[in-house]
Every structure is written in C-alpha cells, then in structure tokens.
C-alpha cells in the first residue's frame, strides 16, 4: 500500500514515524501535500518521500490510499477529487460532515469509482455497539458528554467550570468546528447529527478530555467512558485520534475483520 497524506501537523508526523521507520503496517507513505513548505520539505528530508504544494502533482504519484489529517477546510477541498481520481481514502476531519448531504454525495461518488472512504472512530468507541443497536433501527436515545481543559477550547486557562453548550450534534459541530469530531462520528454511527445529543462541560480541573458516551433502545442501555492522553507533541489532539487511524491502514487488507 503507497500512502499520501494531506496535512505536515502532528498527526501527519506521527503516522510517517510509524509506518515509515518502525513498520507498524504493510505500506509506507511516500508523498505529502500541505501548504507549510518549510515544515512539509523538513519532514520530506527526515523521511524520504516527496512533498508537493500542487493537489494535482500529489494526486498524481503512485499513492493508492490518501489520508486526510489536516483540517476540516482542507477535507472539503479535496476529498472529492481524491475519490474521483479513484484512490482509496480516509478522512479524520469528520466535522465536515456535518452537511449530511455532503456524506451522501461521498458515498455515490465513491461506489461510482469502486473505492473505499473509511472514518476513523477518532478520540471514543462504542460505535461498533451503536451500529448494530440500530440495524433495525432499535436505538432510541444516544448523548456525549465532553468535558475539557480550558485551553483545548481555546479558553482562558482560569476559565471556571461551566457547562458550554448543550443541544444536537449538529448543532455544536457548528459552535465547535474543531473539537466535536467525536460527537459527529457518534451520530453518523447511530441515530444521526440531529438527535444525538452532545453536552459540552470546559473544566479547569480536568487532565484528560474526558467523553462520557449513554445510550439506550431495544439492545439495553450502554454508558461508556473514555479519558485521552494528548499527543505528547499537541496537547489539543487525543492521541487515540491517531492511532485510530493507524488502525484502519493496518486492517485495510485484512482476511479476517472483528467487529462491525
């Protein structure tokens, strides 16, 4: 598997330090797009692959799978020409899905290409349960809890504890464009961005983002909680964002798949 990655940030140096020199995976990236020359050529040395500043010369390489770890700008520019241009894809800003039009037009255009846009379950889990709660549509009620340090919300670090925001998944993707991947790929999973529900808490106190996932319907009820180490480089990015998608490049070929 030939990698391209859109993005030079953390996530994009994480992944090419673990592919690319420790193997965790049968692949290896080879190209880079991103708009920081000096940091993308920097990583293009460190690492031996190409670093492109023109989409089309990046499409252009021999790349067959295309991970998008950028920003949520950056994955509605150019997701759409990676699955036209017939590259597998994976996508981490999922809070650009929140147009649910936007996925649907994904969705044709990739089975229109015969290729495979995977998102990755980021900073939570439980959504394999969700999933299959509602596989006849038996989930009834499905709410996030996200408590977070005052600077992962671009606050004041003696901001008091308070509750943000409280209302629909859709709704506060729009008023936390960066921090609500979570609750967007838990409502895409379950019972959609309009009835999950998502309560955002900023907490001086916490050490950890903290995702307290409830949910109830004809399987039972479920409350799972996740509390993320950050990237040792980026305090604001969980470091399971990462290896969230780490793990969809290594089961991509696999014979056998666990789970949904």
Wanted: hydrophobic share 40%.
């Amino acid at each position: 598997m030939k990698i391209g990655i859109i993005g030079t940030g953390n996530i994009a140096t994480y992944l090419l330090g673990k592919i690319n020199d420790e193997n965790w995976l049968n692949g290896e990236v080879i190209a880079l797009f991103g708009r920081n020359r000096e940091v993308g050529e920097d990583l293009a040395l460190r690492y031996g692959i190409d670093f492109h500043t023109e989409f089309q010369d990046f499409l252009d390489t021999p790349i067959t799978m295309v991970v998008e770890a950028a920003t949520i700008e950056a994955a509605n520019s150019y997701m759409k020409a990676v699955v036209a241009s017939k590259k597998n894809m994976i996508v981490s800003s999922i809070g650009v899905f929140n147009d649910i039009q936007l996925i649907d037009e994904l969705k044709e255009l990739a089975e229109s290409k015969g290729v495979h846009v995977a998102l990755p379950s980021g900073a939570i889990g439980g959504l394999d349960l969700l999933k299959s709660a509602n596989a006849i549509n038996g989930l009834k009620h499905v709410q996030i809890t996200t408590r977070k340090s005052p600077s992962s919300l671009g606050l004041q670090e003696d901001h008091k504890e308070e509750l943000l925001f409280e209302g629909s998944a859709k709704e506060a993707s729009l008023k936390f464009p960066r921090n609500m991947n979570v609750a967007l790929v838990l409502a895409l999973a379950g019972i959609g961005i309009d009835k999950t529900r998502v309560q955002v808490v900023v907490d001086p106190a916490v050490k950890r983002n903290t995702h307290i996932i409830e949910a109830d319907g004809d399987f039972g009820n479920m409350k799972l909680q996740i509390e993320n180490n950050p990237m040792p480089n980026n305090p604001k990015t969980s470091h399971l964002a990462a290896l969230s998608i780490l793990d969809v490049l290594k089961n991509k070929h696999q014979s056998i798949r666990i789970g949904n």
